[in-house]
């Protein structure tokens, strides 16, 4: 049984920074694309970042290029993002997925909020 979970969300100010982790349990592999998505209030869920497995290459949305960094760690089966200069604009629910070829798994997700 796979199971994503996700911490490190909380309360930050517009500038700050925060960093979440996403710890896979149960991949039998790690030819998995392992990313990051967000969704906030009212919006649709839209894709931050991944990195896939082989090669390594790394994919991110326009709005936060510049500003947040993926990174994973298959040892650990792992998937990290570091997110700077954070605003109001990236408060919402960020959720893990790691997806394979005949499979995708997604976690419950971790708050983030952007508020002075």
């Known amino acids: 049984q796979v199971?994503?979970?996700?911490?490190g969300g909380g309360l930050v100010q517009p500038g700050g920074s925060l960093r979440l982790s996403c710890a896979a349990s149960g991949l039998t592999s790690s030819?998995?694309?392992l990313g990051w998505y967000r969704q906030a209030p009212g919006k649709e869920r839209e894709m931050v970042a991944d990195i896939a497995s082989?090669?390594?290459s790394i994919n991110y949305a326009d709005s936060v290029k510049g500003r947040f960094t993926v990174s994973r760690d298959d040892d650990k089966n792992s998937v990290f993002l570091q997110m700077n200069n954070l605003t109001p604009e990236d408060t919402a629910v960020y959720s893990c997925r790691a997806r394979?070829?005949?499979s995708d798994f997604w976690g419950q997700?971790?708050?983030v909020?952007?508020?002075s």
């Open 109 to 111: 997700g971790t708050q």
């Open 3 to 7: 199971q994503l979970v996700e911490s």
């Open 113 to 115: 909020t952007v508020s």
């Open 100 to 102: 394979g070829r005949f």
């Open 54 to 56: 082989v090669g390594g």
């Open 31 to 33: 030819m998995f694309t």
